[in-house]
């Protein structure tokens, strides 16, 4: 049986970013599910369930702006990892003042975003009390808790959040008529070694109907 819950989120900047960029970052036109279920997840997780995404409404315009942003062109390397790790000591960090590794890339960015993330959870394991998960998520959201902030594709882009309680009627989308999104990520299945999976992104009066990985691809 499944639980649902909504949650109204908000942010000034967005950034949901397109796998065939590899460069440059360009944001899809609206949040993903996978990132839906991440901001899900910063405020309440437990491994007992499972978050899965069913409807995503776009409230706002959709509005792209251009901005430049350092970033770290290079990362630390897994066999350096698996020595600290082996070790249990060591050093991991980036020199970001050293130019090979700072560079400045261009950024095609969302802004003035908001969304109301419909979705629903699933017990995997432990004691099935759903009637707990559901109490827990829907007070921390109503209290404005989190593990950890949540963000809207970038972690610089911090993303505010209110629960919709109940019946209460959804915040007003100015949104009419329907748009294409084309493929658009839905979340990456663990279970075959992080592999992506994609789905036809059909939008309605701002409204998008997101499909349910078959439980064998579900995200772990």
């Not at 049986?1 to 949650?7: P, W």
């Not at 109204?8 to 970052?25: I, L, M, N, Q, S």
Request: glycine share 8%; hydrophobic share 40%; charged share 25%.
């Amino acid at each position: 049986m499944a639980y649902g819950v909504r949650l109204h989120c908000w942010g000034d900047f967005a950034c949901f970013t397109r796998p065939e960029f590899k460069v440059e970052r360009v944001s899809y036109d609206v949040i993903t599910p996978s990132a839906a279920r991440g901001i899900l997840e910063a405020i309440y997780w437990k491994p007992e369930i499972r978050w899965a995404i069913d409807r995503l409404r776009v409230l706002n315009p959709i509005r792209f702006t251009s901005l430049r942003r350092n970033e770290v062109g290079t990362r630390i390397s897994h066999r350096a990892a698996q020595a600290v790790m082996d070790s249990g000591s060591g050093f991991l960090g980036l020199y970001v003042d050293d130019r090979n590794v700072r560079q400045q890339r261009a950024a095609q960015i969302l802004r003035d975003v908001a969304y109301v993330i419909e979705a629903h959870f699933q017990i995997v394991g432990g004691e099935p009390n759903e009637a707990k998960h559901l109490d827990s998520f829907n007070r921390r959201a109503r209290a404005g808790q989190c593990f950890t902030r949540p963000f809207l594709g970038c972690r610089e882009f911090a993303a505010d959040f209110a629960l919709v309680e109940g019946d209460a009627p959804v915040p007003d989308a100015s949104l009419t008529g329907e748009r294409d999104l084309g493929l658009m990520l839905h979340d990456m299945d663990h279970g075959t070694g992080r592999t992506p999976r994609f789905f036809h992104a059909m939008m309605s009066d701002g409204v998008i109907h997101v499909p349910q990985l078959p439980r064998a691809e579900a995200v772990s």
